[in-house]
């Protein structure tokens, strides 16, 4: 069984960015008086919900999953007619 090193760090930084994301939405803005009145709490949790997320694409297409999909995504070639020529 491997296990991509992708998964796991994916889903620390997407859980940790959700609530950094969270506590940024509902902390009361006397919080960012210090930080000139950025919310750093949302925008850090955004950079890290958005890192979290491609780390799990990345796994996801480094998977059997994501080759699968692209070999089907690929266009065909048209099939030919194999009817037999008809005799006038």
Do not use: K
């Amino acid at each position: 069984m491997r296990l991509d090193v992708r998964f796991p760090i994916g889903g620390m930084f997407t859980i940790i960015g959700a609530m950094l994301v969270i506590y940024g939405l509902v902390s009361p803005a006397a919080v960012y008086e210090r930080s000139l009145g950025i919310n750093v709490n949302l925008w850090w949790g955004l950079a890290l919900l958005i890192f979290g997320v491609v780390m799990f694409a990345f796994a996801v297409r480094a998977s059997r999953g994501w080759s699968a999909w692209r070999r089907a995504m690929q266009p065909q070639p048209p099939a030919q007619d194999r009817r037999p020529p008809t005799v006038s």
